[in-house]
């Protein structure tokens, strides 16, 4: 178990890319007891982040306690970052950010760090802020996927915006009733609110005509 | 579980207001022009809107890139990156939406509605996959037909599936996913395969693709997701050929649709280029997969950014 998941060359460059965290960000991570195949390699690359960096804090918490319910976790495991103030965005990871989702995850720690405002067109702040209901966004994703960190971030990036929205990333392969039920068989597959959904990496406005179509129902 | 790529989304900072040259597209070419320009005193920016390395993401191994024997897609692409961030070059995610100029300046409008400024434009937005065009490749779409083998080949684990396309793409995507599924039937319009000879030997050796040559898919049909396609042969019988998904690797069709009032394309709408690599505007220069050529390899893109860089700064910078 000495040996690290995080190898020189990446630990460096991870190194780098967290020198630009602003502020500190604590990190949850969701556990419960059931059989976890990545569980323990997500603890061990979290630690290894939080060596590398000193404005992160990992909790490790399970997930049938008041935090979960609170926090409204719907499976295991799944990762929250809080901004330093402890707001919580509606952000989710929910399995392994390992391969492309890596990525993913260090842009989101860098943004969380910097207060989790979106980095959107002024047009695209305006439609949103026009939804007054629940949302839900979820990005199904492999890790291999080249095309899946654009379409996480853009929804992550939506849930900045407006706290009626919450948006997931969720690795196919570890939920695979979910995406069964879901008939996920491309990536990245964008689920909003349980019911309408959508294949592929979308640019921002035509990313969020498609999540309006769900709002305007 | 595929290793922890740190990709160069992270890294992005703030764009400045203005650069030297604004490169649009960080696949190889893209990439290796942006180095060219650190090392002739310009200042570059790569826009990109998925993830660099660009279609090099989707190949499992090359095995053509000079110096590495072979090496994984992903690995090259990380490579790339990190070689042109050790030169400072900025990167910034984000979809181009439009392209003006104003006197001999270009602005570059991304996705944010931010404006960028350059002397020099270089476009190397590459290419996507071709379609094939026929009945039900639309609606099942997500539903058994991918264009991306390296994404969506897990969906298919111990299931059969058609591969469409018999050129280097469709081979090595096949290799991949020889890995995962249980049946590879390899579907190809031509009466032979058209990829490299190694590859197709690689191909070949396994003992579960079988080929069916001459054939021409004209519909793929299912319920919920997919469950057949139907092909004509050459003496024109159709038959139906079931199957679980279809992988469509017949090739690229150029990401060059939003400059289509801004610079001149063939019918097919690959960029024309003069032997400089510069589009029929003066300052905007185009590069690999997205101009019309013979040979889209990476190793030509990685040509193509050398010259036009080269071009670009004796013509604009003097």
Known sequence: ?217 | MSGFEVGGLGFAKEAKDKYDVIIIGGGPGGITASIYAVQGGLSPLIVERAIEGGQMNNTETIENWTGFKSISGVELSERMAEHARHFGVDFVSSEVTGISQDGDKNIVLLETGKQIEALVLIIATGANPRKLRVPGEREFSGKGVSYCATCDGHFFSGKHVAVIGGGNSSMAEALYLSKIVERITVIQDLPKLTADKMLQDRVKALNKVEFLLERRVKEIRGDDKVRSVLIEGPDGKEEELETDGVFVLIGTTPNSEFLSSVVERDEHGYIKVNAKKETNVPGVYAIGDVIQKEVRQIATAAGDAAIAVHHAILDNFN
Request: proline share 4%.
């Open chain 1, 1 to 217: 178990m000495s040996e690290k998941l995080l190898d020189k060359e990446i630990r460096k460059q991870v190194e780098e890319v967290l020198s630009n965290m602003k502020d500190r960000v604590s990190v949850i991570f969701f556990v419960s007891k059931e059989r976890c195949e990545f569980c323990e390699t997500i603890e061990k690359l979290l630690g290894e982040l939080s060596e590398l960096t000193d404005k992160l804090t990992i909790r490790k918490v399970s997930a049938s306690g008041e935090e979960a319910r609170s926090l409204d976790i719907e499976m295991t495991p799944a990762i929250v970052p809080l901004t330093a103030d402890g707001n919580d965005k509606g952000v989710r990871f929910y399995g392994i950010p390992s391969g492309h989702e890596f990525g993913t995850l260090l842009k989101t720690l860098v943004d969380f760090s910097a207060g989790a405002t979106p980095n959107i067109s002024e047009k695209t702040l305006e439609r949103l802020d026009t939804i007054n209901q629940p949302l839900d966004i979820k990005v199904f994703v492999t890790t291999s996927c080249p095309y899946c960190p654009k379409a996480v971030l853009t929804a992550f990036n939506f849930a900045f915006a407006n706290s009626n929205i919450t948006a997931s990333m969720v690795e196919a392969s570890e939920f695979e009733e979910l995406s069964k039920r879901f008939g996920v068989s491309s990536v990245p597959q964008v689920v909003i609110n349980s019911s309408r959904s959508f294949v592929g990496a979308f640019p921002e406005e035509q990313y969020l005509d498609e999540v309006m179509k769900t709002v305007a129902r």
